[in-house]
């Protein structure tokens, strides 16, 4: 066998070089990254701010908790439900929030129509 070979993957920085995504966790950068729980930067790639994903997901644990009911593992099948609760509970969270928004849109659009009503009164009084 040749040793004299190159190799094609690149060498592994050291532990005190190792590059974050979102820069060193000391650092703030005008912004915090706790977010309240104690996680820090736990949600890399949004995925669970997606309603769509979060339902998905919830599907999937349910329906994985009923193979592993059929399948007479009753452990793992409330391990399944514990997932799907919790993807349930981040569901109906992202469902209030859009809700609130698309609240506060309307009461603003509306506001801002009053707005534009009350502005076309006092110029044509004038």
């Known amino acids: 066998m ?3 070979r ?18 060193p966790i000391g650092s703030n950068n005008g912004s915090s990254n706790f977010n309240g729980n104690g996680n820090i930067n736990f949600n890399r790639n949004g995925s669970s701010n997606n309603i769509h994903s979060v339902e998905k997901a919830m599907q999937k644990y349910q329906q ?17 439900l514990q997932h799907a609760d919790h993807y349930l509970r981040r569901y109906t969270e992202l469902n209030e929030k859009r809700d ?4 506060k849109s309307k009461i603003s659009e509306k506001e801002s129509s009053d707005d534009n009503k009350s ?4 110029q044509t009084s004038t």
């Open 64 to 80: 994985l908790a009923k193979d592993a009911q059929s399948n007479g593992d009753p452990v793992l099948s409330q391990n399944y």
């Open 100 to 103: 609130n928004s698309l609240e």
């Open 2 to 4: 040749n040793n004299n």
């Open 6 to 23: 190159r190799r094609n993957f690149r060498s592994r920085q050291s532990k005190n070089n190792f590059r974050r995504r979102n820069g």
């Open 119 to 122: 502005e076309d009164t006092t």
